[in-house]
């Protein structure tokens, strides 16, 4: 604690000095009083402040990444995720430039770096753009050191990408029967099995990779998603997406018998003129790593050609589930659950208004107006 200083006219300076959080750096400044006492006060203020863990209100846009990134991220995100946040923020530090201070960035020059990018990228990389941009600044709100986020309401748009191939994010109930009748009388292999699995569960990609046989329990016909494959550095098993809890789904019994013909296929079959090799993961190639999202999508997309179903990615079916439930008339929390995220994730991204969807909301909305005798 700094001691406060008597002027010669009397009056009471101090210099409180604290280490800021994000800078790293020793901020310091002198201020005047009436009194001692007022002096201390001040002092006792800004202390508090800093340990709350209050900034500078000056810090630039490029020291509060480094500091976001370090304390808020990196402890807690896979490094794909990590990957894509790096990418997202050069563009921002290229915008605004890293010496730009965090508080003077605006609604109105936020939305001119959104419109800008919208020019030359797709809706969906400038939302990624704006949804990591405006992560960072809710915590620099909530660390005090910028009064709102410049961020929310802002708008965005994107290019439309001519896609060599047609392709769809969602199935409806016709092709998934198609793709799925096509998949299951196509030869065996890791990826066809794996698909399946995806079919039935709506699993991630990396907890598909990551399931070993020890967390399949047939008998009860329950599966035990308790973490995933890291496939981008290619080192094991990890936590879940986001350290999520793990949980345990129960599946149709027919997805069981699919497991045990692929078990089956896998002690027996010669792949590549070599003896599959055992391993603790399921879905494996013949090195005994598990196989890659690449092969995955691979087979999906010779099997869609073969199925005459547009084009989808291993992700498809995790909204493909997520929408069929809603259809069931499923519980939205037994759906989150279900598929490991939250209910607003749910809705935001995975439930889609598939035709078949509207048809039923659209029956529904009729019967309820039939029997209150509306119509």
């Known amino acids: 604690m700094a001691k406060p200083k008597k002027l010669a006219n009397g009056r009471w300076q101090i210099r409180p000095r604290y280490k ?40 630039t846009l490029g020291k509060y990444y480094a500091h976001w990134l370090e304390l808020y991220k990196k402890p807690f995100v896979e490094k794909r995720t990590i990957s894509r ?18 508080d003077m960035i605006t609604k109105a020059n936020y939305q001119l770096w959104l419109n800008t990018e919208a020019r030359t990228h797709s809706h969906e990389t400038v939302r990624t753009m704006h949804t990591t941009f405006k992560s960072m600044m809710e915590n620099a709100v909530d660390e005090g050191i910028i009064l709102r986020n410049p961020c929310v309401g802002a708008r965005f748009t994107g290019v439309t990408r001519k896609l060599k191939h047609p392709k769809q994010t969602v199935l409806d109930i016709h092709d998934y029967k198609l793709l799925l009748n096509q998949i299951l ?66 599946v149709e019994a027919s997805l069981f018998g699919y497991l045990n013909d692929y078990r089956h296929w896998e002690q027996t079959s010669v792949y590549g003129s070599k003896v599959v090799p055992m391993s603790q993961y399921l879905f494996i190639g013949d090195d005994g790593l598990p196989i890659t999202p690449n092969a995955v999508n691979k087979f999906l997309d010779h099997q869609c050609q073969k199925a005459g179903v547009t084009r989808i990615t291993s992700h498809a079916w ?17 759906i989150a659950g279900f598929l490991g995220h939250t209910v607003e994730t749910l809705e935001k991204y995975y439930v889609k208004k598939t035709d078949d969807l509207k048809r039923e909301n659209l029956t529904l909305r009729q019967a309820f107006l039939t029997d209150q005798g509306i119509i």
């Open 20 to 59: 800021d959080i994000v800078t790293g750096e020793w901020i310091g400044g002198k201020r005047t009083f009436d009194t001692a006492a007022e002096a201390r006060a001040y002092e006792a203020h800004v202390i508090a402040e800093a340990n709350m863990g209050h900034s500078s209100k000056t810090v």
């Open 85 to 102: 946040v790096e990418v997202d923020m050069k563009h921002a530090l290229t915008f605004f430039t890293p010496g730009k201070q965090l």
């Open 185 to 250: 009388q196509s030869p065996d292999c890791a990826s066809k099995y794996a698909c399946i699995v995806q079919a039935f569960t709506g699993m991630r990609i990396g907890e598909l990779l990551g399931l070993t046989w020890s967390k399949i329990n047939a008998s009860e016909h329950k599966i035990l998603i308790d973490g995933q494959y890291d496939y981008m550095e290619n080192s094991g098993r990890i936590h879940l997406k986001d350290h999520t809890r793990p949980r345990e789904i129960t």
């Open 318 to 334: 995790r909204r493909t589930q997520a929408t069929m439930m809603r259809l069931a008339k499923l519980d939205d929390k037994f």
